[in-house]
């Protein structure tokens, strides 16, 4: 029987569905490194590739929420396309999926990493791990730029937030403020305009009558 699809991208209430999205995430949590920028990736492949639950604009778009909200970004993407697919029974399911990888990775780790954190085999796997997560790292931001930048407006944001948290170590919860605010006063503005070129065509055509 065929999902039922509304507009927003929520198919019909399916236990078949909800135990795909606890799944995929599991495997996303359980495979990755590096947090949830590094991630990026993989989500992409997962969620916009392979299954089309969400488009790549979509999931570019959760990241910026993800980073403006509480909690781990991966976690909150999780959540936002777990709740368009099924709602929040949906979105509880996923964030399950990717959570528990972490949990038991982190359990086994505590338990035993102490013992071995010092051999030098040890250091060198993470320093190969850390040098793979700057490299996914990388491709994020490239991503990012491509999605995001579009004219030299934006590029002026772009390079003031990197300027001001680089040089100026001006928090991370500021630099999203900011944006939040230039973006928002920058689509008032336009919509202002765009309102009074219309009022002002309008007086026109009632002179000319």
Known sequence: MENIQTDTGREKLSFKLLVRLCAVFFKIGLCTFGGGLAMLPMLTEELSVK???????????YFAIGQCTPGIIAVNVATFVGYKKQS?????????????????????LALFFSNFADTPSVKKAFSGINIAVAALLTKVVVTFIKKAVH????????????VSVVFFRVHTVWIITAGLVTGLSVYLYELFKMRRKTSVSGNDEEKIK
């Open 151 to 162: 004219n030299v407006f934006h590029a002026l944001i772009t390079a003031a937030a990197f």
């Open 88 to 108: 929040v029974i949906g979105a509880v399911c996923a964030t399950l999926g990717m959570i528990i990888p972490s949990i038991l990775v982190i359990t086994v």
């Open 51 to 61: 299954r089309q639950w969400v488009s790549r604009d979509e999931l570019i778009d």
